[in-house]
């Protein structure tokens, strides 16, 4: 039998609007290639040769009202190599949108994941900021603007659209 990726939530409602508090938690494996590494624009500090064992338990909030949301988290976890090297990992992240009308959103969100917490700098950043569009109901035109840092490399820039349509 292959191993799964088991991940369990539990959230409490604090309102009417959706606002709540919940815990996370995770078990799973992941094998990061060169190629994935530098597309995504994550640290080849987390390239593997194997499945590495991960993870992660954590705390993640969302208030939201008429208008504007935010939601954040606080995750910690460890990483436990193929050869048994274990590392803690960190990632904390706040993201925020605000309804413009009842079919275009501004968004904004920002990440921080630091795979090995005892290694000074190689904690990766990611900044986005975009805009969502709904004209349909069955679907959406998000367009958003990234900058990633990892560690103290400069920073890089990339321009995303996406089309969704949901069905």
Do not use: C, H
């Amino acid at each position: 039998i292959a191993a799964k990726d088991i991940y369990l939530t539990v959230d409490k409602p604090l309102d009417d609007n959706g606002s709540s508090i919940g815990l996370y938690g995770y078990r799973g494996a992941w094998s990061l290639s060169r190629a994935d590494a530098t597309t995504t624009g994550i640290s080849t500090t987390y390239i593997s040769t194997g499945e590495v064992n991960f993870n992660q338990i954590g705390v993640i909030g969302n208030w939201t009202n008429s208008l504007v949301s935010l939601v954040g988290g606080l995750l910690v976890g460890t990483n436990t190599s193929p050869t048994g090297t274990a590392t803690n990992n960190l990632g904390y992240y706040l993201e925020g949108d605000m309804a413009v009308t009842d079919a275009v959103a501004l968004y904004s969100r920002f990440d921080n994941w630091d795979g090995d917490a005892s290694v000074a700098n190689n904690e990766t950043q990611q900044y986005v900021a975009g805009i969502s569009v709904e004209p349909l109901k069955a679907g959406r035109l998000a367009i958003e603007g990234q900058a990633t840092k990892t560690g103290t490399a400069a920073l890089t820039t990339k321009m995303i659209a996406e089309l969704q349509y949901m069905y």
